[in-house]
């Protein structure tokens, strides 16, 4: 077991990608505080994961709210030993163009995809910086590598990310901190399952995803929870900074 008796916090881990993350490194050994605003998909994933002998609890959590986010870390600190992990992956997609984009919608992309992340690592730094060891993963996305169509705000967001990562990774590795970044290509998750039918043609929508890539299908999951583990694991002391795309070579293309 890679992280036996590590702590591990997953942003977004009420779905998809980061639902992956928590189950994979709940089976590593570590104890896992679930994360998201879904309190009937949260109880879901911690009992999926207490089914199978893991440790999990729940923090209900708008990550776009600051105090939110300080009552949650209180509550975890209850609950939970020190945090040596976190993933940041919660995220949303605002589809459309600057012109079609509402300020409104631009807002809730920039703080959900953006300042979540500024907010949680703020938070669990200087616990970091006084054990002198953590390891911090953010879910940026191919769209931080590449203009998008129809995807301005998500594209500038996930950049942000990346830009947010390898400033950190600067800041923090002489304190024992490695942060880096995976940048998913398209994921077969709720989220682009919505993409795909809230489309025109959603066939047409899907064949072009899958074309942006060098493999013939879409990724999954698992597979991006497998190079999150890859990432976070504790023997890992000189990888820090690293973008790390997982999207079926669509960023090489
Ligand atoms: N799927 C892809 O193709 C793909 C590709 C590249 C990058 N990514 C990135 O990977 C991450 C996960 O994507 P996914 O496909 O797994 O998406 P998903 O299935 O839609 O899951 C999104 C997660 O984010 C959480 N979330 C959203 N807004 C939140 C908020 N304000 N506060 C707290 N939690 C919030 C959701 O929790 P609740 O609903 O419980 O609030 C949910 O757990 C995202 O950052 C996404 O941008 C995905």
Redesign the pocket.
């Known amino acids: 077991m890679k992280l036996k008796g590590l702590t591990a916090i997953v942003?977004?881990?009420?779905?998809?990608?980061?639902?992956e993350i928590a189950y994979l490194f709940s089976k590593e050994g570590a104890k896992v505080a679930v994360?998201?605003?879904?309190n009937y998909?949260?109880a879901k994933v911690v009992e999926t994961i207490e089914a199978a002998g893991g440790t999990a609890a729940f923090f209900n959590?708008?990550?776009?709210d600051p105090n939110a986010v300080a009552v949650m870390f209180s509550n975890i600190s209850k609950e939970f030993d020190d945090i040596d992990i976190v993933v940041n992956?919660?995220?949303?997609?605002i589809p459309g163009t600057v012109d079609e984009i509402s300020y409104e919608n631009w807002e809730n992309s920039w703080l959900?995809?953006v300042t979540?992340v500024f907010l949680v690592c703020n938070a669990v730094i200087p616990s970091m910086i006084r054990r002198s060891r953590g390891n911090i993963l953010n879910?940026?996305?191919?769209?931080g590598l590449k203009g998008l169509e129809k995807r301005a705000a998500y594209c500038a967001a996930?950049s942000a990310i990346i830009g947010l990562t390898k400033a950190m990774s600067v800041d923090y590795s002489k304190n024992g901190i490695m942060i880096n970044c995976l940048?998913?290509?398209?994921?077969e998750?709720?989220?682009?399952e919505k993409l795909i039918m809230t489309s025109n043609n959603p066939k047409i929508t899907k064949q072009a995803m899958i074309n942006r890539r060098s493999t013939p299908y879409l990724g999954t999951?698992e597979e991006v929870s497998r190079a999150a583990l890859f990432l976070v694991d504790p023997l890992n002391k000189y990888i820090t900074g690293t973008i790390l795309a997982v999207d079926g070579g669509a960023t090489a293309r």
Do not use: F, Q, Y
């Open positions: 942003t977004g881990a009420t779905s998809g990608i980061g639902k994360i998201g605003r879904d998909r949260g959590t708008d990550l776009t992956c919660a995220g949303v997609v959900t995809n979540s879910i940026a996305s191919e769209a996930k940048c998913p290509g398209t994921i998750t709720e989220m682009v999951a």
